[in-house]
């Protein structure tokens, strides 16, 4: 994946939660939270091309369309019919949270694993982001889990200063 929390070869860092730590906020008005399904595909694309500043090429579309069928279908991790949940602005997706039930890496916590984040960049810094990982939290306690994992590359400062105000720290 191209984004903050997939980072391949880059200097990462692996945050961990306890699900009772990440807050309940207010949803963000106007704003539906809703799963996503494998029809969301070619807008999700876009809006991960849109979300990490990728020019909308006909390449890069089909090229993000692959990748994010492949992590529906489980190349990243297995998934449920409710891992991956999409912030909507009427009929627009404007963020999106992809989880899956344990972690595409060897290292970190056992447990769920936030394999992306996205939100459009108009759309940030109105609590999108807040309210899908609070959602994605509260579905992984409905699986059964006590915990959430990620990893974010140390350039972005701003999400680590997002993730710790929702109850992230360092892994162990």
Do not use: Q
């Not at 809006?47 to 990748?67: D, F, K, R, V």
């Not at 019919?81 to 344990?102: M, N, P």
């Amino acid at each position: 994946m191209s984004g903050a929390t997939y980072t391949w070869g880059m200097e990462a860092h692996t945050l961990h939660a306890p699900l009772d730590a990440v807050p309940e906020p207010p949803r963000p008005e106007g704003i539906e939270i809703a799963t996503l399904t494998p029809y969301d595909v070619p807008t999700l694309a876009i809006l991960s091309l849109e979300a990490y500043g990728e020019p909308l090429t006909a390449e890069a579309i089909m090229e993000s369309s692959e990748e994010l069928r492949l992590t529906f279908e489980g190349a990243f991790g297995a998934t449920t019919e409710d891992s991956f949940v999409g912030a909507w602005d009427g009929g627009t997706l404007v963020g999106a949270i992809l989880v899956v039930r344990e972690s595409p890496w060897d290292d970190p916590p056992n447990g769920p694993f936030v394999v992306d984040l996205m939100v459009a960049p108009e759309y940030r810094r109105r609590g999108i982001a807040t309210a899908l990982v609070a959602e994605a939290a509260r579905r992984c306690a409905e699986w059964g889990f006590d915990s959430l994992s990620l990893r974010i590359d140390s350039r972005h400062t701003g999400a680590k200063e997002l993730y710790s105000v929702l109850g992230f720290d360092e892994a162990d």
